[in-house]
């Protein structure tokens, strides 16, 4: 194993030289390629100013020179080994010096500041959308493949089709049109991380008035066991009968606090989506799933309750604000990973539960349960591991279109704005940091076969 990834490890490096090569190629190519006066362009300057900006390109970035003598200079600023050049790219001396990721034509900021500014915010969007992932397509694919051709099952497999099929520049477009709106339901911004005020807010969230608080968390712990134990109480018609009249209770205040509303016929079609989605949670089979899903909407209750009746003053603090600003675009980069994931998770456990192996464990006496999660889930694995490796650039790639939607400053918008500034020295350090993330998470998938199937060595 050590000797396979230090091979990984090793042939990594020709891989992302193959990649920047491709990219500075298609960048010298394009209409216009990267010189001095193509950076100008635009700009107001006279003659004199025009000439002297030409000079300074020319000679910070050797635009002047051939585009490989050009990427061999960016190669040798990179690398910890190399050259040392002067202000004037002239030779001085050969050995270990600093990496240096250069500096930005249209910042004319250095990369690594601006990279460590954006790549953070980036990480941290993919941190909290992967586990959200795994955690809804893992629950909703096991349960979907041991309830074969029910309506779960059948009901999840159109509702992963229709999110799979959403395009995410429309999705974005949509929930800032109806959750994030004055038109509509005005529940989330618009865009960015925090408020400018939410610097001086404590770090969590409080009420001027203690009595509120103990309202909303004595409502949130009623309306949670109240809920649990109807879950597990009552029998299943009564069940879905609730759910869909708690469904459509929800739509209608959704409905009614629109300023206009939303007219008979939106009203309507509201409720019965609701009511539709609350009777699909409670005629579900799944005790846990279905406990789950019953609390959570208990809290919902709870808290719109809670808010009616307070009268302190609210105050977000620092970390409600950032996950209220987090919402929106956490949904737009998650619904088409779990959409896809719980398809292929389905598939992968239905094929294991229908196995030799499963049915030999069967018939030795060993528990449906057991079967399930001890022998068929481990297997299963394999696949949603395959796609973990693509999972990460991915995302990456998503997090560009749903950075500049909701106007977050990460290294997604920064890729966007490197582009349209033509930032060759930008555009290149993305593109390095990009294929690394992904030839690191290629190994890791390799590493997790092994660990998942004994059957896999790379000895």
Not at 175 to 201: H, K, V
Not at 217 to 235: E, T
Not at 420 to 429: N, P, T
Request: proline share 4%; with cysteine; glycine share 10%.
């Amino acid at each position: 194993m050590q000797s396979y990834i230090l091979r990984r490890l090793l042939l990594m490096i020709p891989t992302l030289l193959g990649i920047t090569v491709v990219v500075f190629s298609v960048m010298a190519a394009a209409p216009g390629g990267i010189s001095a006066q193509s950076l100008i362009e635009g700009q107001n300057l006279e003659p004199a100013a025009k000439r002297a900006m030409e000079e300074y390109y020319n000679r910070r970035y050797g635009l002047n020179q051939p585009a490989p003598v050009q990427y061999l200079l960016w190669l040798n600023n990179i690398s910890p080994l190399g050259f040392e050049l002067n202000q004037d790219n002239e030779l001085v001396d050969f050995g270990f010096k600093g990496s240096d990721l250069g500096t930005s034509f249209l910042y004319g900021r250095s990369v690594s500041e601006l990279l460590a500014e954006r790549v953070p915010i980036t990480v941290l969007l993919n941190l909290l959308s992967i586990p959200i992932i795994y955690l809804i397509s893992i629950t909703i694919g096991v349960y979907a493949a041991t309830h074969r051709g029910k309506m779960f099952d059948t009901g999840t497999g159109i509702t992963m089709m229709a999110l799979w099929s959403v395009p995410t520049m429309l999705a974005g477009v949509l929930l800032i049109g109806f959750f994030a709106s004055e038109q509509y339901w005005r529940w989330f911004p618009t865009g960015g991380l925090s408020e400018r005020s939410a610097q001086d807010m404590p770090f969590l969230p409080h009420w001027s008035d203690w009595g509120d608080i103990a309202v909303l968390f004595a409502l949130m712990a009623a309306g949670v066991v109240l809920f649990s134990q109807l879950s597990l109480r009552l029998a299943r018609r009564p069940r879905v009968v609730l759910m869909a009249i708690i469904g459509a209770a929800l739509a209608y205040w959704m409905a009614v606090s629109v300023a206009g509303g939303f007219g008979i016929g939106g009203t309507v079609l509201m409720m019965l989506t609701l009511a539709g989605v609350g009777s699909a949670i409670g005629v579900t089979d799944f005790q846990g799933l279905r406990t789950f899903l019953m609390g959570f909407t208990g809290v919902v209750v709870a808290t719109v309750l809670a808010f009616g009746v307070m009268q302190g003053e609210f105050v977000r603090g620092f970390l409600f604000d950032r996950l209220w600003h987090l919402a929106l675009p956490l949904l737009c980069l998650t619904y088409t990973g779990f959409a896809f994931l719980a398809k292929l998770t389905r598939s992968s456990v239905l094929e294991n539960l229908q196995a030799d192996y499963a049915r030999t464990a069967r018939a030795k006496g060993v528990g449906e349960s057991d079967v399930l999660w001890q022998h068929v889930f481990r297997n299963s694995l394999i696949p949603l591991i395959t796609v973990s490796a693509s999972l990460i650039p991915s995302l990456l790639a998503g997090s560009v279109i749903v950075e500049s939607i909701f106007s977050i400053d990460g290294m997604g918008k920064l890729a966007v704005e490197a582009v349209q500034g033509r930032d060759r020295e930008m555009v290149l350090s993305i593109t390095l940091i990009s294929g690394l993330l992904t030839l690191v998470s290629y190994i890791l998938a390799d590493v997790l076969y092994a660990l998942v199937d004994p059957r896999v060595s790379y000895d």
